[in-house]
């Protein structure tokens, strides 16, 4: 792994846009457009969000270039090296940097989870930050654990759910109400013609797929599964072509869409319910929504039907705390080439306990692009859309990640935590 140690810098990058008309039946033109958008947007507000929401220019980088990088504050004094990122295991999201260093807390070089939002990045140096005085770190003790974790590799299985925890009680209730006594039960059986990842309106990411039924009018039905990190992270999560069972209830919203209890293919099937509609996903023995993605680098990879080769790096982009790509070395008896990385798109993979399947075939994985050698130079969509085109994908949503200050912003969450318990105490009481 490449190491790092550079100056840090608060920075921030404006990317202005602007343009002219050549006449005035064009001005015209472009007002009416203008004006017609604007409504548009009035009558969309979800859609005004995501788009003032997206990732004006990529910032890319290779994990292996990341990991050792040194973290410093606006004093350019140093606070550690980057040791790692926690990721959600669905999206590629990242919740957590892994900082490593002697000096915080006076803990001797252990690693300590930090939110990702609490970083600054600098586009221009492409560096990361954090906004810390030597006070403020001494009084971190104020801050909540689930925001400041302290890593010990004997017990680091617990502290990754504890890390994601909130993301499954987040998601348990999405569509349980569904479920009373006179809901339409149906069992849904016939072939798997997409997979689709998608946002709800509070970010999660959740799975469906479109399954063209065995019934005699040979309808596509869409049946909504259920988180990704949760679905995509099953051993038998749903792979296109698969002939599948599903047990569902209509949502009743006259859509066609189904909410899945269970899914079955293969001769194998995965809990997502119970049959009151409570998600399997919350119970403490589920797979884990956190991944450290040092677990990832150097994990064994297959595709559809092979077996043969590894997961070698990854691509970060910045500015949004994403991993798109995973790095994939085949071996050569499985494709026939050399010794070269392939991008594969993360929307394309599913990470399992030990294992990373790639949703793709032989023909599909030797047509994939190889990795540049400068990645830095992949800043816009239509960059990095050709790796995503042999897979029929769709580009990754950058959207920025608003930052916050970690001692006053999370400390002013803790004390408000702590006042919602004291209150759901005494109602409790």
């Not at 990341?66 to 990721?87: H, Q, T």
């Not at 006179?182 to 509070?202: K, L, P, S, Y």
């Not at 077996?307 to 494709?335: R, T, Y």
């Amino acid at each position: 792994m490449n190491m790092c140690r550079n100056t840090v810098r608060n920075a921030s990058m404006i990317v202005l846009a602007a343009g002219f008309a050549t006449s005035a039946l064009a001005q015209n033109n472009t007002r009416d457009e203008r004006n017609q958008d604007r409504r548009q947007m009035a009558s969309q507000p979800e859609q005004r969000q995501a788009q003032s929401k997206q990732v004006a220019s990529l910032s890319m980088h290779r994990a292996s270039d990341l990991i050792g990088m040194d973290i410093k504050n606006s004093s350019d004094d140093s606070l550690g090296s980057l040791n790692d990122l926690i990721v959600d295991r669905g999206s590629g999201k990242i919740s957590h940097v892994v900082v490593k260093s002697g000096a915080i807390l006076g803990l001797g070089g252990e690693r300590v989870a930090i939110p990702y939002e609490v970083f600054s990045y600098d586009p221009i140096d492409r560096e990361f930050s954090l906004g810390m005085t030597s006070d403020e770190l001494d009084n971190v003790s104020e801050v909540t654990p689930n925001d400041w974790i302290v890593l010990n590799s004997g017990d680091l299985e617990s502290q990754l759910r504890s890390i994601g925890k909130s993301t499954r009680m987040h998601a348990q209730d999405k569509y349980s109400n569904m479920f009373g006594k006179d809901a339409n039960r149906e069992t849904i059986e016939g072939r798997v013609t997409g997979v689709n990842r998608w946002n709800d309106n509070d970010g999660s990411e959740y799975i469906s797929v479109e399954i063209q039924s065995n019934d005699a009018d040979g309808k596509t039905k869409t049946v909504i599964l259920g988180p990704s990190w949760y679905v995509m992270g099953n051993e038998n999560a749903p792979v296109q072509s698969h002939n599948a069972t599903i047990n569902a209830v209509s949502t009743g919203n006259g859509d066609g869409k189904y909410v899945a209890t269970g899914y079955g293919a293969d001769g194998k099937e995965f809990k997502i319910r119970n049959s009151d509609g409570t998600p399997s996903w919350d119970n403490p023995e589920a797979t884990g929504s956190s991944i450290l993605l040092s677990d990832l680098l150097g994990r064994d990879a297959n595709a559809r039907t092979e077996k043969g080769g590894e997961i070698q790096d990854a691509l970060v982009e910045a500015n949004s705390g994403m991993i798109p790509v995973l790095l994939f070395d085949p071996n050569e008896n499985v494709l026939g080439l050399g010794d070269e990385l392939h991008c594969v798109p993360w929307s394309e993979t599913y990470v399992w306990e030990d294992v990373v399947s790639i949703d793709a075939d032989l023909d599909t994985l030797a047509a994939c692009q190889t990795s540049p050698e400068d990645v830095d130079q992949l800043t816009t969509t239509d960059s990095i859309e050709h790796i995503y085109r042999p897979f029929g994908a769709e580009v990754t949503k950058f959207n920025t990640r608003e930052h916050r200050q970690w001692y006053k912003d999370l400390r002013n969450d803790q004390q408000e935590k702590n006042r919602e318990n004291t209150r759901d105490s005494k109602r409790g009481g």
